[in-house]
């Protein structure tokens, strides 16, 4: 079953501008993580970050989480053509060992050039 | 550095042939193995995982079986392919230490004919 879910689900915006992603999940989590995928090809990951974490920063990414919601966003600042790819969600209830990541459907992110 | 193979990168089959998949890690000892699904449009579902050589927990009742038959090394097969099974399909791994982000191979297309 799919736990996350993500908004909108595909988003087009022009070269520069920002883009936001937003996911909703149903249970407790250890981390929430984001992951992109260009079209056929395998899951890249982005960012993970924790259940204590409220924020947190890679370069031009940024996500914040908001356990109380059940929420997290991804930002996606000054946004470029290599940025578009579908973009996942994936939630991790697991302490240790194997991870049985829940992924969301995705949102389909088209910058236009 | 470490490195995940998947092959082929697409399969045609008809119903009713048997498959084998293959995934092979580079560059790491004992980590955790995943095989996932996903369905064209959608988030990855979760086929089957491994945390050590002999071990396979299944999360969805299939058509599919998998097998590690060495530390680094996932297997995914089927003894007769329905038309349901065509897909996407993608391994992964990470190491079992909690918060952990997993790395995912380039993926097989399975087509079912």
């Known amino acids: 079953s799919q736990q996350g879910e993500e908004d909108p689900q595909a988003l087009s915006i022009q070269e520069g501008e920002n883009a936001t992603m937003n996911c909703s999940y149903k249970?407790?989590?250890?981390?929430l993580q984001w992951y992109r995928q260009n079209s056929g090809r395998g899951l890249v990951h982005l960012i993970l970050?924790?259940?204590?974490?409220r924020e947190k920063h890679s370069g031009r990414l940024r996500v914040t989480l908001d356990t109380s919601k059940k929420s997290s966003s991804l930002l996606i600042t000054a946004s470029r053509a290599a940025d578009t790819a579908s973009y996942f969600c994936a939630t991790d209830g697991a302490v240790m060992g194997a991870q049985k990541l829940v992924f969301g459907q995705g949102t389909r992110l088209t910058i236009n050039p | 550095s470490q490195t995940i193979h998947q092959w082929p990168a697409t399969l045609v089959q008809p119903v009713g042939s048997p498959l084998s998949l293959e995934c092979t890690v580079e560059g790491t000892s004992n980590p955790n193995l995943y095989w996932y699904r996903q369905a064209a449009g959608r988030g990855l579902q979760l086929l089957f995982y491994?945390?050590?050589?002999?071990?396979i927990s299944s999360e969805v009742p299939q058509n599919l079986s998998a097998s590690r038959p060495q530390d680094r090394q996932f297997i995914l097969s089927s003894k007769k392919l329905l038309l349901s099974d065509s897909g996407f399909y993608l391994c992964?791994?990470?190491?079992?230490?909690?918060?952990?982000?997993?790395?995912f191979g380039d993926g097989t297309r399975l087509s079912i004919l």
């Open positions: 992964a791994w990470n190491m079992g230490l909690g918060n952990q982000p997993q790395h």
């Open positions: 249970t407790s989590i250890n981390n």
């Open positions: 970050i924790r259940s204590n974490e």
């Open positions: 491994s945390v050590g050589i002999g071990q």
